[in-house]
C-alpha cells in the first residue's frame, strides 16, 4: 500500500488495514476471534512480534469488533 500501512486479505472472512510504526494500529474485519489472530500473527511474522497499540472501530456492525486483534 505505502509505507507503514500493510493490508490482510482472505485469512478466513477477515481482513485487516495495519498502520504500524514501534506498534500496530488495525482496522480490522473478522468474524470470529481465530480470524482476527490469524491476521496478526500473518502482520508480525513479516513485521516482527510488536504491541498491539491500537484498534480502528469504523463501525457498530458486529463483524467490526468482535474479537480485537489484542
Known sequence: MTDR???VRGVELAN?????DK?????R??????????SLA???SHLGDRPVTGVIYTRSHVDHYVGPPA
Open 16 to 20: 485487516m488495514t495495519v498502520v504500524s
Open 5 to 7: 500501512v500493510y493490508s
Open 29 to 38: 474485519h473478522a468474524h470470529a476471534t481465530t480470524e482476527a489472530a490469524a
Open 42 to 44: 500473518l502482520i508480525i
Open 23 to 27: 506498534g500496530i494500529c488495525a482496522d
